[in-house]
T-cell receptor, first 113, second 107 residues
Framework: DVKVTQSSRYLVKRTGEKVFLECVQD?????MFWYRQDPGLGLRLIYF???????EKGDIPEGYSVSREKKERFSLILESASTNQTSMYLC????????????FGPGTRLTVT | GIQVEQSPPDLILQEGANSTLRCNFS?????LQWFHQNPWGQLINLFY???GTKQNGRLSATTVATERYSLLYISSSQTTDSGVYFC?????????FGKGTRLHILP
């Protein structure tokens, strides 16, 4: 079974802090994704990566950056957390190849105060 | 971009009832997934179904790609089936979610 893990289930940070969210997958998937989920807005893609050291902006990249130094790990970074970044953050992975099934981690519920 | 519409947005049923959830999409896609989001927020993969019909226990799904829709059937509902069901289409490695159907099964 594919396993995608995220470093924290719940996180509380202060405005202006630098925040790291970690995601690890154990199935040697090439693709990894970061989404946020907000009531009424659904899931929105923040960033994705097709390979190590490679990243692409999604629909809402402002205020975020990412890092992929190893194939199994994809990190989301909030450079200076703001209250409008309070959200549920979901990581996913998939094989490469136009339509591969995506597998999601358990999510991190981030609150910025 | 591709639009994904799910219906109904909300559904309340008694335990034991059957239900059908629908997903319409606006353009051709590489694939389609159905998820169940549990109360803790995790998205559980239910079906990966570009076309045809698949069954897994009390759940089954049918996708008619030529007509751009998919259906998720839940039979003999249980309270543990409660939650939000998402349809998502995949095109060129990007996944686009519908807004979900919130299902509430009453004991």
């Amino acid at each position: 079974d594919v396993k995608v893990t995220q470093s924290s289930r719940y996180l509380v940070k202060r405005t202006g802090e630098k925040v790291f969210l970690e995601c690890v997958q154990d199935m040697d998937h090439e693709n990894m994704f970061w989404y946020r989920q907000d009531p009424g807005l659904g899931l929105r893609l923040i960033y994705f990566s097709y390979d190590v050291k490679m990243k692409e902006k999604g629909d809402i990249p402002e205020g975020y950056s990412v890092s992929r130094e190893k194939k199994e790990r994809f990190s989301l970074i909030l450079e200076s957390a703001s209250t409008n970044q309070t959200s549920m953050y979901l990581c996913a992975s998939s094989l490469v190849g136009g339509g591969a099934e995506q597998y999601f981690g358990p999510g991190t519920r981030l609150t910025v105060t | 971009g591709i639009q994904v519409e799910q219906s109904p947005p909300d559904l309340i049923l008694q335990e034991g009832a059957n239900s059908t959830l629908r997903c319409n999409f606006s353009d051709s896609v590489n694939n389609l997934q159905w998820f169940h989001q549990n109360p803790w927020g995790q998205l559980i993969n239910l079906f990966y179904i570009p076309s045809g019909t698949k069954q897994n226990g009390r759940l089954s799904a049918t996708t008619v790609a030529t007509e751009r829709y998919s259906l998720l059937y839940i039979s003999s509902s249980q309270t543990t089936d409660s939650g939000v069901y998402f349809c998502a289409v995949i095109r060129d490695d990007k996944i686009i979610f519908g807004k979900g159907t919130r299902l509430h099964i009453l004991p």
